[in-house]
């Protein structure tokens, strides 16, 4: 089964105190790159979450948005930091008078100021983790979802795309009995004209002929990339997904393909190889984007 690196999920957990919000955003990554900011009072619980997002999605750069709304005012942990915006009050109005400016300093900006609110510290509350938690947990399964339905669609463009590699290379193993047969009357030819000057035996003369054939010879390659492909095939259908295989079989596909273009030498051939290039550089771009 296919995974997408790409995908999104959100979820609400919600009491009679509070209402959470959690979206995770996934996007590609080599690794798994985690941006995650909790409220203070449960930093501790931190690498708790990391590791389930971790362990759950595998690879990927994941965005983490949270929203806690207090819906009980008795719960509301912000305050006024008095001391500080009173120290801020005194000295705007120094400043003020100081430079003989009219306007007042209002309590809207002064609030606005650094620190002046700030949440209280302490454990926080276990109904609201409880309930982070929750909406964590339930975001990251509907990620989960979301990646397996573009993984569906991934799965499909890729395996299509390896079946038009299998198809090509069917077209070339036809054409190989005449490329051999060509290929031979072209080295017979240049052979017999450097006989026709100088002594050659005859026993040499066959054996040089079966060098040169076996030296442009591709079924060895041809053969690898049928095996190749067929374990493409196989590896897309395993239950688990393996964006990173798939991406080293699919370099030794392109290694066959490229040896094949530079060794068959038959503009036939040829034709059949770039579609079978065409193909690959689809999957490479495709395999990227899977877990």
């Known amino acids: 089964m296919i995974l997408s690196m790409t995908g999104y999920g959100s979820a609400t957990a919600t009491s009679d105190n509070y209402k959470v919000t959690v979206e995770l955003k996934s996007l590609n990554s080599k690794y798994v790159e985690i941006n995650i900011k909790l409220p203070r009072n449960y930093i501790k619980e931190e690498m708790n979450l990391r590791n389930l997002l971790t362990k759950s999605l595998q690879r990927g750069k994941i965005n983490v948005l949270l929203n806690v709304e207090i819906l009980n005012p008795e719960k509301q942990r912000l305050r006024i930091n008095v001391p500080l915006v009173t120290s801020y009050a005194n000295e705007l109005e120094a400043l003020r008078l100081n430079l003989g400016l009219e306007q007042q300093v209002d309590l809207e900006y002064l609030l606005s100021l650094p620190d002046a609110v700030r949440m209280d510290g302490g454990e926080g509350d276990p109904e609201e983790w ?27 463009d890729m395996l ?19 490329r051999i047969e060509n290929i031979r009357s072209r080295v017979l030819s240049s052979l017999q004209e450097v006989k026709d000057r100088v002594q050659m035996d005859g026993n040499r003369f066959e054996q040089e002929i079966l060098y040169y054939i076996e030296k442009l010879d591709i079924n060895e390659e041809m053969v690898r990339l049928e095996k190749h492909i067929a374990y493409f095939r196989q590896t897309l259908a395993e239950p688990r997904s393996h964006g990173k295989k798939l991406g080293f079989i ?16 038959d503009a036939d051939i040829q034709v059949f190889v770039v579609k079978m290039k065409e193909a690959l550089e689809q999957i490479k771009e495709q395999v990227q984007n899977v877990v």
């Open 130 to 156: 409880e309930l982070i938690d929750q909406a964590f947990r339930q975001a990251t399964q509907a990620l989960i979802r979301s990646r397996t339905e573009e993984g569906k669609a991934l799965a499909q």
């Open 160 to 178: 299509s795309s390896n079946e038009v590699i299998a198809e090509q290379l069917v077209e070339v193993r036809k054409l190989l009995p005449q």
């Open 250 to 265: 699919s370099q030794e596909m392109g290694r066959e393909i490229n040896t094949i273009g530079s060794k068959a030498n």
